[in-house]
């Protein structure tokens, strides 16, 4: 069987929000650790932050990644990195405790994802020998994902067994992003033979991207890019995310070489096809990186930005750009963060949204120790902190935001003296 998906239930939702969710779209009902199937790290509600309630669970290791979810309690799913599965519980009052302990639940630290159904109550979707261990299982519809195989292909599947499949040469580690047209995007033809900068686990990049219509069990190729030269795709996955302000979503990656480091690139899309190509400025010489996080109204007067950060593993600093004609144009910076750990998989360090409930949304990052989340906001003048909060030790999951009742913004991190460090909304 090429991929299953195994059921975990934990708890009976309300009559309520097991009715709200099955109305809801079907991405709206599974959860991931880049915070919604676009990979656009931006987490919905409105927070308080920074007058929070802060609670610590303690967790049976390390914690590698966490997915949360909200029915009247919130309750996270955390994947440590011995592969077990902790799912613990935190009410309102700030009163935890751990729902479900499943050892060996993943094959090493694999991302996860969360769904919500009225019928099975929540799950976490797994998948068998066959599936790359270091991505996941990417729903399409109630019934069907994509993933890779430990070959490299992106397989189409039941929990009967493959229904398609397209040879890609798919990085281990690719994770597929959806927009809202159901239209999915990721990287392809892995390379070790162009640049190499092995900051992400190992040294392979890609070299080229895909669109891919994924409808009536069939996968159908819309548009592909295929890099020149050395350049590679730098990263592990693309985000969709509406740039030009037109309704549609567009792509945003992040291009590199040995000569000119890492830049930004968006692809602006019209719904079927690429019609433009924009980047931004290299960071200047090989072996420097820039991370993107996120595109929303970051900007001063509600404009749309694209965030990210520049060189994480040296001294960081968060960056904004905003499209301008054929480039994306730098509109600010702000120093002294970091959203990567150097040698990690996990590029989720990160979450956008209006945190501190002005009506504005806010970039977290990590500062540098990673040991505190750290919220910029533009303004008029660049970009300033808006607020802080320390974890209590070093931040090793990557953050995990959930939209409690009533739109309310929590956020959670786990950190290496095996603790989920939870803030909740006052």
Aim: overall charge negative; glycine content about 10%; hydrophobic content about 45%.
């Amino acid at each position: 069987m090429p991929v299953r998906i195994v059921i975990l239930t934990l708890l009976l939702l309300s009559a309520t929000l097991a009715s709200a969710q099955e109305e809801a779209p079907v991405l709206d009902r599974y959860f991931y650790t880049f915070h919604n199937p676009a990979g656009n790290h931006f987490a919905r509600g409105r927070g308080s932050f920074p007058d929070v309630r802060t609670v610590d669970v303690p967790l049976r290791g390390v914690p590698a990644w966490a997915v949360g979810y909200a029915m009247e309690t919130a309750v996270w799913h955390v994947v440590l990195e011995s592969g077990d599965l902790q799912v613990v519980e935190v009410a309102p009052d700030g009163a935890a405790r751990t729902l479900a302990y499943q050892p060996g639940w993943f094959e090493g630290a694999q991302p996860p994802i969360v769904g919500v159904s009225m019928v099975e109550g929540t799950y976490v979707l797994r998948s068998d020998a066959s599936v790359s261990p270091l991505s996941h299982p990417s729903p399409v519809n109630d019934f069907e994902v994509l993933y890779i195989n430990r070959a490299g292909d992106l397989v189409l599947g039941r929990e009967d067994g493959a229904l398609a499949s397209l040879p890609i040469d798919a990085q281990p580690d690719a994770r597929p992003v959806m927009n809202r047209l159901g239209q999915v995007a990721l990287y392809a033809n892995a390379t070790d033979q162009r640049y190499t900068h092995g900051i992400m686990g190992d040294a392979l990049e890609a070299a080229t991207l895909l669109v891919l219509d994924v409808r009536d069990s069939r996968i159908r190729l819309l548009a592909r890019v295929d890099l020149p030269g050395e350049d590679v795709y730098e990263g592990i996955a693309p985000f969709w995310a509406d740039i030009d302000g037109d309704g549609v979503e567009d792509l945003v990656t992040t291009v590199a070489n040995g000569a000119l480091g890492a830049r930004l690139r968006a692809y602006i899309w019209d719904g079927g096809a690429i019609v433009q190509a924009v980047d931004g400025p290299p960071v200047g010489q090989g072996k420097r990186w820039r991370h993107q996080l996120s595109a929303a109204p970051f900007g001063p007067a509600g404009q749309i930005e694209i965030a990210a950060t520049r060189t994480p593993h040296i001294v960081g600093a968060l960056e904004f750009y905003r499209l301008g004609g054929d480039a994306l144009e730098q509109t600010a910076t702000f120093p002294g963060v970091t959203t990567h750990t150097l040698g990690s998989r996990n590029l989720d360090q990160t979450a956008a949204g209006d945190f501190n409930g002005d009506g504005r949304p806010e970039v977290l990052a990590m500062d540098l120790e990673r040991r505190a989340v750290v919220a910029v906001q533009r303004d008029e003048s660049g970009a300033r902190e808006v607020w802080r909060l320390e974890a209590g030790a070093e931040i090793t999951s990557n953050f995990a935001p959930v939209e409690l009742l009533q739109d309310r913004l929590a956020l959670a991190v786990g950190t290496a003296d095996g603790r989920l460090r939870v803030w909740l909304p006052q």
